[in-house]
């Protein structure tokens, strides 16, 4: 589980930012270098079973918070983001079907 992370003996919640998004909170969360790419907090407890069945809601109230800071700072908050692939991947696929799929015959070959 990648957002479950150990120190020492602690175990953490850890909350990735969209790359997109991480000057946004970055600079609402008031970092030095202006840049967020992960919000850590510590689950409070030293047993892994335990911290599993508290990352859910450690994951969602650290979106929370996160969400009114950046709405305070005048931003969109993390839940309004979308991924920029869908978009993308519907371009791709449009190129691919407008490729000519003709075979290519080399004159050396054809007889």
Same mark, same amino acid.
């Given at each position: 589980?990648?957002?479950?992370?150990?120190?020492?003996?602690?175990?953490?919640?850890?909350?990735?930012?969209?790359?997109?998004?991480?000057?946004?909170?970055?600079?609402?969360?008031?970092?030095?270098?202006?840049?967020?790419?992960?919000?850590? #907090?510590?689950?409070? @407890?030293?047993?892994? %079973? =335990?911290?599993?069945? !508290?990352?859910?809601?450690?994951? &969602?109230?650290? /979106?929370?918070?996160?969400?009114?800071?950046?709405?305070?700072?005048? #931003?969109?908050?993390? @839940?309004?983001?979308? %991924? =920029?692939?869908?978009? !993308?991947?519907?371009?791709?696929? &449009?190129?691919? /079907?407008?490729?000519?799929?003709?075979?290519?015959?080399?004159?050396?070959?054809?007889?």
């Amino acid at each position: 589980m990648q957002n479950l992370l150990r120190r020492g003996n602690t175990w953490f919640a850890r909350l990735f930012i969209p790359h997109d998004r991480w000057a946004d909170v970055g600079k609402a969360l008031k970092v030095k270098g202006g840049l967020k790419r992960e919000v850590v #907090r510590t689950l409070g @407890t030293t047993d892994r %079973a =335990e911290a599993k069945r !508290r990352l859910t809601l450690a994951l &969602a109230q650290m /979106q929370r918070e996160i969400d009114v800071t950046l709405k305070n700072a005048g #931003r969109k908050p993390l @839940t309004d983001w979308t %991924a =920029e692939w869908p978009k !993308r991947a519907v371009e791709l696929r &449009a190129a691919v /079907q407008a490729a000519d799929d003709t075979p290519r015959h080399n004159a050396q070959y054809d007889h």
